[in-house]
């Protein structure tokens, strides 16, 4: 899954009330998967890997989960700290949600 925002604003605007439901729009339940997502948020790029994701039984719907995005958020900002630095390698954030081994590796 790849992600594109023309900049952090936009992310903003897009993930401010996001709150997924375990209920798709279509009406079937979704369910935890594990996939990778891409963020790209102007010149910078967010990998993660082992991304929990919510998959729709019914139609396949993928969506990543709020912790993700607070995650990415963070991340974000932390490129401040590694200036001249455009991409970035999460890993399992599932697992290591807090923790700083997997940022920042190359
Ligand atoms: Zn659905």
């Given at each position: 899954m790849?992600f594109?925002?023309?900049?952090?604003?936009?992310?903003?605007?897009?993930?401010?009330?996001?709150?997924?439901?375990?209920?798709?729009?279509?009406?079937?339940?979704?369910?935890?998967?594990?996939?990778?997502?891409?963020?790209?948020i102007g010149?910078?790029?967010?990998?993660?890997?082992?991304?929990?994701?919510?998959?729709?039984?019914?139609?396949?719907?993928?969506?990543?989960?709020?912790?993700?995005?607070?995650?990415?958020?963070?991340?974000y900002?932390?490129?401040?700290?590694?200036?001249?630095?455009?991409?970035?390698?999460?890993?399992?954030p599932?697992?290591?949600?807090?923790?700083?081994?997997?940022?920042?590796?190359?």
């Amino acid at each position: 899954m790849r992600f594109t925002f023309h900049d952090i604003k936009e992310f903003e605007r897009k993930y401010s009330n996001y709150y997924p439901v375990d209920r798709c729009s279509c009406g079937s339940l979704k369910e935890m998967d594990i996939s990778q997502a891409v963020f790209e948020i102007g010149d910078k790029q967010i990998s993660v890997y082992e991304c929990p994701v919510l998959v729709c039984k019914g139609c396949g719907k993928k969506q990543v989960g709020h912790r993700v995005i607070s995650l990415i958020y963070s991340t974000y900002w932390d490129f401040e700290n590694h200036l001249g630095d455009k991409s970035c390698n999460l890993n399992s954030p599932l697992f290591t949600l807090g923790d700083e081994v997997g940022r920042f590796l190359f």
